[in-house]
């Protein structure tokens, strides 16, 4: 595997760390990341199993050590055991150090078992609110309790949970503290996500829904003793250790610039296209190349020239008369 030279962007960041989007489609329609009315992908749009399993396999032998499945929501996604079944070679060979995925936790209580057989060993579970109408507002289309057991189910199969709520004023800020303890008792840690101005849902306003994370920390503060931890994911998050419980919160705030120097994370989409930043529209189509050839030379090739633009940072801001540097594309697409 080390025969092929690393992936290195021109800012000298080395891309170990691949997300990839295996399907746009989902059983929930939260309102922050879908309309109600979704336009699916046709399926012949989609990359394949075997394609996802080439591309994927591709980005690991180019120097890709972390690799997040997500969506829409991934287990959705027909056959997918299959595809996580193909990535435990790479886990086994070493190429791989991590395989794991974000997902709604829905389709957990069928598919723990069999993906800790795969080698997955830690899910995020994005959990924005414990109340039952709450839950039901948020998703439109989830229910809370199947969610609540797939978390046990996959911690009773061995996989570390740690929970991902989306911050949002006045819908979860009194959930703070419940939250926190919820998660405490379940031996499970849990990032806050600063709401992205991401898509357009046409009747959402998210600009209403910000709730800054710094806010946020400071409540957490009046409670407990925050520790700053150093831990560093090369991506947006940050973490604090509580003192009193041992846990540990962390807070993404994708909107500042402070994280992008030491970026090194691609995002692949269930069509094949490759989005070197997720503030930025620039993308390489992986597909045409994959379809190309069986074999994997313009791959390589195509993939060594995206990451030759990935750029030094991305240009989310929000101001106070408006969203700066807003995307079109929806979180569901380019898979969070
Ligand atoms: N369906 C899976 C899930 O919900 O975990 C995976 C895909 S989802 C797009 C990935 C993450 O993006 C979720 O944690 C979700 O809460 C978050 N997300 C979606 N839209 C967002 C937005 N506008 N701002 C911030 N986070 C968002
Ligand atoms: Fe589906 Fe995840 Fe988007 Fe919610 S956040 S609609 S669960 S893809």
Redo the contacts with the bound molecule.
């Keep these: 595997m080390t025969d092929i030279a690393p992936l290195i962007d021109p800012f000298a960041r080395a891309i170990s760390y691949l997300r990839v989007?295996v399907t746009d489609r989902?059983d929930?329609r939260?309102v922050?990341?879908?309309a109600e009315n979704m336009t699916f992908l046709p399926k012949k749009e989609l990359l394949t199993l075997e394609e996802l399993d080439r591309m994927c396999s591709t980005f690991i032998r180019m120097g890709v050590k972390k690799l997040r499945i997500?969506?829409?929501?991934?287990l959705v996604r027909k056959g997918i055991m299959t595809f996580f079944e193909g990535m435990t070679r790479h886990l086994d060979s070493g190429a791989l150090d991590e395989l794991t995925?974000?997902?709604?936790?829905s389709q957990l209580g069928r598919f723990a078992k069999d993906l800790y057989a795969a080698g997955v060993r830690r899910v995020?579970?994005?959990l924005?609110t414990l109340d039952d109408k709450k839950f039901a507002d948020i998703t439109r289309w989830g229910r809370l309790p199947q969610v609540l057991q797939g978390i046990e189910a996959a911690q009773k199969a061995g996989l570390r949970v740690k929970i991902?709520?989306?911050a949002l004023k006045g819908f979860n800020e009194d959930e703070l503290f419940t939250l926190q303890s919820w998660c405490a008792e379940r031996e499970m840690d849990l990032t806050f996500?600063?709401?992205?101005?991401?898509?357009d849902l046409g009747n959402e306003d998210?600009l209403d829904q910000y709730w800054d994370l710094k806010d946020l920390r400071a409540r957490l503060g009046e409670r407990f003793t925050l520790t700053d931890l150093d831990e560093r994911t090369g991506g947006p998050a940050r973490y604090v250790k509580l003192e009193e419980t041992g846990q540990k919160i962390g807070f993404?705030t994708?909107l500042t610039h402070n994280f992008c120097e030491s970026c090194n994370r691609v995002r692949l989409t269930c069509t094949g296209q490759l989005f070197m930043c997720l503030g930025q529209e620039d993308m390489a189509d992986l597909r045409g190349a994959l379809r190309a050839s069986p074999n994997d030379d313009r791959l390589e090739d195509a993939i060594r020239a995206a990451i030759a633009l990935k750029p030094k940072g991305h240009d989310f801001d929000y101001s106070r008369q408006g969203v700066a540097g807003q995307m079109s594309r929806?979180?569901?697409h380019?898979?969070?």
């Design positions: 989007s989902c929930f939260c922050y990341c879908m997500t969506g829409g929501e991934p995925l974000t997902t709604n936790g995020n579970v994005s924005d991902n709520a989306v996500i600063e709401v992205m101005p991401m898509g998210r993404i994708p929806h979180m569901s380019t898979g969070g």
